[in-house]
């Protein structure tokens, strides 16, 4: 499975930005699909799941309500909308598959089978 995430860029803060990732040479819709990320310095944190089906969705405490996950699995993408951005969203952002996610939506980057390369964010102040 290759997953190719786009969509990232620098913005001011309060501004919105929407990730894309689409996948291909696999089964999209049996993965859950997950958006992590990880600033300079620190370690890769959760940022959104859903699930194979998109009936289940969990998003970080740092991010909800400001953060929409969402999927199309005609398409093979799943979609990340930031609105209110703020400067420490600032990070590479990563989209990623779950092959083994029949009975879980995981926020564990370890339960993460395939990864994206990665798209750079940044907000200023």
């Known amino acids: 499975v290759q997953l190719q995430a786009s969509g990232g860029g620098l913005v001011q803060a309060g501004d919105s930005l929407r990730l894309s990732c689409v996948a291909s040479?696999?089964?999209?819709?049996?993965?859950?699909m997950g958006w992590f990320r990880q600033a300079p310095g620190k370690e890769r944190e959760f940022v959104a799941v859903?699930?194979?089906?998109?009936?289940?969705?969990y998003y970080a405490a740092s991010v909800k309500g400001r953060v929409t996950i969402s999927r199309d699995n005609a398409g093979n993408t799943v979609d990340l909308q930031m609105n209110s951005l703020k400067p420490e969203d600032t990070a590479v952002y990563y989209c990623?598959?779950?092959?083994?996610?029949?009975?879980?939506?995981?926020?564990?980057?370890?339960?993460?089978?395939?990864w994206g390369q990665g798209t750079q964010v940044t907000v200023s102040s």
């Open positions: 990623a598959a779950d092959a083994d996610s029949r009975w879980r939506t995981s926020q564990m980057d370890r339960d993460y089978d395939y």
């Open positions: 040479g696999g089964t999209f819709s049996s993965y859950a």
């Open positions: 859903i699930s194979r089906s998109g009936g289940s969705i």
